[in-house]
């Protein structure tokens, strides 16, 4: 734990990063803004799962083992998004999401 | 004030700034390198939360593999002129005070919680495996011992991601 800095201010920043990064996913018209969103939102995640472990169960390291699960999974995860953002772009010459309508009725 | 403890602010400032810079520069590619920032400050704060290896582990994984990824994958589908158009939809003002008004409620929650109680509680278990060896050789037998079958599952998602990948993102279909 971070002396002088209590849990619910690590809590904060994560709050804080995963509303910015819900805001992009939301807004984000490019495929690859919203896969950067989407690592935002990972992140806050990770750094929750940290600092539950480092201020409730210090002598535990169960929060670092889940995070090292997860970042892996966010790897894969981005690895393809961004090949299907490069197929997306292949297939109709732009990465903007309001292209991404062949299944619009 | 602690020196830790400004540290933390610091990096907390500026994973803030960097994250609210990812979400609204027009440039796709300065939104990476800006997502950069945060995830390297985020590693600072992993390295004050007595989580040595994790930090290691963002700067390597994140920074270093997943925005080069990023920044390939810009520079494979931008196109001239993209940066000057509006990089957000319609749903701009919708979204923001839905995701404010989120930030409001969790905020409202943290402060009602009682953490100090639950710290003072829940800090006197000791997990065995963890007893007494630093961070790196606790988490090292963590995974190999009692996560050693997620770990594999793990090892066969990341294969199938590699190999869906090349698949996906390859340029002639069989």
Known sequence: ?105 | MTLPALVFYACALGALVCALLVVSSRNVFHSALFLAGALASLAVVYLLLDAEFLAVVQLLIYVGAVIVLVIFAVMLTAKVGLSAAPQTNRLALPAGVGAAGLLVVLQRWLLATPWAQAQASAAADRDPLAAGSPNLQALGLSLFTRYVFPLEITALILFAALVGAVLIARKDRP
């Open chain 1, 1 to 105: 734990m971070i002396p002088g800095i209590s849990l619910g201010q690590v809590l904060a920043l994560s709050a804080a990063l995963f509303c910015v990064g819900l805001y992009g996913v939301v807004t984000r018209r490019n495929a690859v803004g919203v896969l950067m969103g989407l690592e935002l939102m990972f992140n806050a995640a990770n750094l929750n799962f940290v600092a539950f472990n480092g201020y409730l169960h210090p002598l535990a390291l169960t929060g670092q083992t889940y995070v090292v699960f997860t970042i892996t999974i966010a790897a894969a995860e981005a690895t393809v998004g961004l090949a299907l953002v490069v197929s997306m772009f292949r297939a109709r010459r732009s990465v903007l999401l309001e292209h991404a309508d062949l299944l619009k009725g």
